[in-house]
């Protein structure tokens, strides 16, 4: 099956700096990749919509220059966090899907905790 | 207004018996469906989909059922087994909106040894 890698799994960073995380499709090519955020007992929340080569797509409400996404290769997207507040303390999942393929297949998730 | 809804949140099962989890939907256009399966703290598990020209789709103790007239589908699970303790997402999509998945909001299932 497709499988999408994350890392790091946690992070613990201060306030004010700036957090990347990576998101690595290991075996197919992903012309597209998400990037969701999970709250406690919610159900996942789409943040923006990434095409390999262009810019990212934001949902209402996400600033897009507070959540930095660069999706620069068919394997390779980066969510960066940046000046990062205790508020943006959550799980983060991105998933991945191929051309012409409406599947999307998860990353395990990243764990950030701003102190 | 919540797109797919899962209206039972949560769900148990003794070992060995049939897990049965509903979901339905309201947009007409959503033509892709979704089953995901999800630990806590963990990214979701693709289980299995299918497309809205067909009514069913099987994958060993897996088979989803699409009643596309009641906009509705269910996934059942059998034998149920105590590993597949977890909760339980649908999803659904449109072609014509960049495949972007509208996510129901869970069931969590309980399989009791």
């Known amino acids: 099956g497709a499988v999408v890698s994350q890392h790091p799994s946690r992070v613990i960073c201060k306030s004010g700096t700036s957090v990347k995380i990576e998101c690595r499709s290991l075996d197919f090519q992903a012309t597209t990749m998400f990037w969701y955020r999970q709250f406690p007992k919610k159900s996942l929340m789409l943040m923006a919509t990434?095409?390999?080569?262009?810019?990212?797509?934001?949902e209402q409400g996400v600033e897009k220059d507070k959540f930095l996404i660069n999706h620069a290769s068919l394997t390779l997207s980066t969510l960066t966090v940046t000046s990062a507040h205790p508020e943006d303390s959550s799980f983060y999942i991105c998933?991945?899907?191929?051309?012409?393929?409406?599947?999307?297949?998860f990353g395990p998730g990243t764990r950030l905790l701003v102190l | 207004d919540q797109q797919v809804k899962q209206n039972s949140p949560s769900l148990s099962v003794q070992e060995g018996r049939i897990s049965i989890l509903n979901c339905d939907y309201t947009?007409?256009?959503?033509?892709?469906f979704l089953w995901y399966k999800k630990y806590p703290a963990e990214g979701p598990t693709f289980l299995i989909s299918?497309?809205?020209?067909?009514d069913k789709n099987e994958d060993g103790r897996f088979t989803v059922f699409l009643n596309k007239s009641a906009k509705h589908l269910s996934l059942h699970i059998v034998p149920s087994q105590p590993g597949d303790s977890a909760v339980y997402f649908c999803?659904?999509?449109?072609?014509?909106?960049?495949?972007?998945?509208?996510f129901g909001g869970g069931t969590r299932l309980m399989v009791k040894p």
């Open positions: 990434s095409n390999e080569g262009s810019k990212a797509t934001y």
């Open positions: 299918i497309s809205s020209i067909k």
């Open positions: 947009n007409s256009m959503f033509d892709y």
């Open positions: 999803a659904a999509s449109a072609q014509n909106a960049g495949n972007m998945l509208t």
């Open positions: 998933s991945a899907s191929g051309q012409g393929v409406q599947t999307q297949y």
